[in-house]
C-alpha cells in the first residue's frame, strides 16, 4: 500500500513540472478568464462558472487547436440552444413527451460522441439537452425559460470570441515555432543522455517513451501542416528532420547504462559534439558535415545506431517519398452499428442520468441539478477511463469547494470591489489552468476545481454568503458519481485487458519481420515504438479498473499477467531491434541468419500466444550461438534469448 501511494505521489509531482509552453498556456487562459470575470461581474451576465469552464475547454497547446476547439464549441451549442427551443416549444404542455424527446436525443448525442470524430458537438448537445430539463424544473413562465437558455448561448460563446482574440492577439503559440521546439529539446534530451553521470535518465528512457515522444512530433506536424497555406517545401524539410530525430530517439534507448570505459566515454564526447552540429543544421534540411568519418573506439550497439543515424544524416538530404493522400474520412466509425458496446455505452449513460433527474425531481432539490451532468462528464470509453473520470471530478470538486468554502467565510466578508474579487479568485484559476494544462491523468481535476468554486462563488453579482451552495453542488457531483460510477461498472463493463495483448499481438507482428527485413525494420521502426507507447497507455487504464465486484482474485491475475507479458513483450521487442541492426551491421551475414531461422520457431510461438491462435507441438529451442559472431551480436542474442525465457516462464501457466 505504501509503495503504491509513494508511486502516486511520485506520478503527481511529475505531472506538475512546467514543461515547454505550459507557462505559456497558463498565461493565455488566465488573461481570457479575467476579462470574462470582469465583463460578466460588470454586464451582470450570468452562468460565469459556464463562461470560465469554456475558456478552459478552448484554450490549447497552440493557434490550430484552440480555433478548431472554438468552432466546435460555437457550432455545438448553437445547434444545442435550436435544437432545445425547438423541443420545448412542441412540448411545453406536454411534461412526459418533452423527457422522452429530450432522452432520445442525449442518447444519440452520447452515440454520436462516441462514433464520430467531432465528438466534442454532440457532447455539447447532450450537456444541454439534459441541463435545459434542470432550467424548465424551476422555470416560473416560459418568457423566463427562453431568457434563461438564451443566456446560456451567450455565455458560452462570448467566451469563445474573447478566448479566440486572445490567442491570436497575445503570445499566440504558433505549431511551427512550438515542433521546432519540440525538436531541439528531444535533441537536446538526446545529448544530455550520452553524459556519463546520466545513469538514472538512461533507466527511464525505454522504447515506449522513445514512442511518446515520436507521437508528440508527428502530433505537431500535422498541426503546422493545418496551420499553412504553402506546405510543402518546408513540410518535407520538417518530415525528414521528425524522422532523424525518432531514429535518434530510439537509437539512445539502446545506450549502455554505466559509461565506465575509456572508449565508451570518448565515443560518448564524440557523438555529444556531431548531434550538437546536426541540432544546428537540422530544421534547415541541410546535409551535416560528411568531411570526418565517425569512427568508433568501442562496441555498444547504442553508439553504433546512433553513428549510424548521424552517417546517413551527413551524406545527403533524402526526404521521404510522398504519402498517398489520405482516403475519405467517414463521419462514422467503421463498426458504429455493428459493434454493440457503443449502443450499450450510450444506454447506461441515458439510464444513470435517467435515475438521476427522477431523485432530483423527486426531492425537489434544485440546487444539486449538477448531478445529471456528472453522469454524461463521467461516462467515458473503457471501465479504467470512467474510474479516472471519477477519481478526477471527485477530488477537484472537494478541493474547489474547500477552496470555495475558505473564500467564503473569511475572503468574501473583507472585499466590496471587483479589484477585490479578482485578488480572490485569480490565484485559484492560476491553479486550475496549471493542473488543466497537465497530462491526462490529472487534467480533469483542474477544470473541476475551478467549477466547483466559480459555482460557490462567482454565480451571483455580490458578496456570496451562504453555504448551501457549497453544500449542494458538491452533494450533487458525489450522488451522480456513484450512480454513474455503479451503473458503467456492474452493467456491461468495458474492461481493456484483453485489447492490450490485441495491439501486442500486432505491434509482435510487425518487430519480428525485421530480423529477416533491413527495409522493414527501418520502415515501422517508429511505428511499432509508438504502438508500445499506446500499450502502456491502455495498462495504466486497466491497473485503476475497479474490482471489488469480480470473483475474488479473477480480475487480478488476469490484469497482473497482462502487465507482465507487456513487460515481457517489450525486452524481446527491445532486443529484436538490437539485433535486426548487428545483423544489418554484418559483411557476411550467414551465420546470424542461422541463428535468427533457427529461432523463428519461439517467435511463432509468442504471436500465436498473444493473438489467441492455437499452439503447435514443437519444443521452445534455444540454439547455440556461433562463437565466429562479434561480440556484440553475441550479447545481444544473449539478450533476445534471455527475454523469451521470461515471457514463457510467466506464460506457461495460461
Known sequence: MMGATSLAASDFKISMRPYPGRLNHVLRAMVACTIV?????????????????????????????????????????????????????????????????????????????????????????????????????????????????????????????????????????????????????????????????????????????????????????????????????????????????????????????????????????ML????????????????????????????????AMLADVLRSYNKEVRPPEPEPADTPAHFLVKDAFNNSRYAIFSLKTLLSAAICYLFYTATDWSGIHTIMLSCLIVAQPGLGNTQRKIILRLSGAAIGSLLALVTIVFLTPRIDT????????LPVLALSSWISAGPENISY??????????????????PVTELTEVRDRIVGIILGIIVAGLIHTLIAPEREGGVILQHLGALFDDARSWLRNETHHRETRQKVVTELADCEDIASRVAIEPTWFSAEGSHDQLHQKSLEILNAIKYVIFYMDRISFETERLTSKELANEFITAIQGNMDRISNMLNGRPLNNDPIHYPVIDELLPDSFRDTAKGLEDSQKHFFSITSAL
Open 445 to 462: 481535476a483542474g477544470v473541476q476545481i475551478m467549477f466547483t468554486f466559480a459555482l460557490a462563488t462567482l454565480e451571483t453579482f455580490g
Open 37 to 269: 470575470v470582469i465583463v460578466s461581474q460588470s454586464l451582470q451576465v450570468p452562468l460565469l462558472a459556464l463562461s470560465l469552464v469554456t475558456v478552459f475547454y478552448v484554450t490549447q497547446t497552440n493557434l490550430v487547436v484552440t480555433r478548431i476547439t472554438g468552432l466546435l464549441f460555437i457550432a455545438g451549442s448553437s445547434g444545442a440552444i435550436l435544437l432545445s427551443l425547438l423541443v420545448l416549444e412542441v412540448t411545453w404542455d406536454a411534461p412526459f413527451l418533452r423527457i422522452l424527446i429530450s432522452f432520445a436525443i442525449f442518447f444519440i448525442c452520447v452515440f454520436l460522441m462516441r462514433t464520430t470524430k467531432i465528438g466534442v458537438v454532440f457532447f455539447i448537445v447532450a450537456m444541454v439537452a439534459i441541463y435545459t430539463q434542470s432550467l424548465v424544473d424551476t422555470a416560473s413562465n416560459s418568457e423566463t425559460l427562453v431568457r434563461e437558455i438564451l443566456w446560456v448561448w451567450v455565455a458560452v460563446n462570448y467566451p469563445i470570441a474573447v478566448t479566440l482574440i486572445v490567442n491570436s492577439l497575445l503570445m499566440p503559440v504558433e505549431p511551427e515555432l512550438l515542433l521546432k521546439r519540440t525538436i531541439e529539446m528531444q535533441m537536446e534530451k538526446v545529448i544530455s543522455l550520452l553524459s556519463a553521470d546520466a545513469v538514472e535518465d538512461r533507466k527511464q528512457n525505454v522504447l515506449s517513451e522513445a514512442g511518446r515522444d515520436v507521437q508528440t512530433l508527428y502530433r505537431l506536424l500535422r498541426y503546422k501542416t493545418m496551420r499553412d497555406k504553402a506546405p510543402e517545401q518546408s513540410g518535407t524539410n520538417y518530415l525528414f528532420a521528425i524522422t532523424v530525430v525518432s531514429e535518434l530517439r530510439t537509437a539512445s534507448c539502446h545506450l549502455p547504462l554505466y559509461f565506465t570505459d575509456a572508449g565508451v566515454l570518448q565515443d560518448a564526447e
Open 418 to 425: 471587483l479589484f477585490g474579487l479578482l485578488c480572490i479568485v
Open 272 to 303: 555529444r559534439e556531431l548531434l550538437r552540429q546536426c541540432r544546428l543544421t537540422l530544421l534547415s534540411g541541410e546535409p551535416g558535415s560528411p568531411s570526418e568519418p565517425i569512427v568508433l573506439h568501442s562496441s555498444g550497439p547504442g553508439f
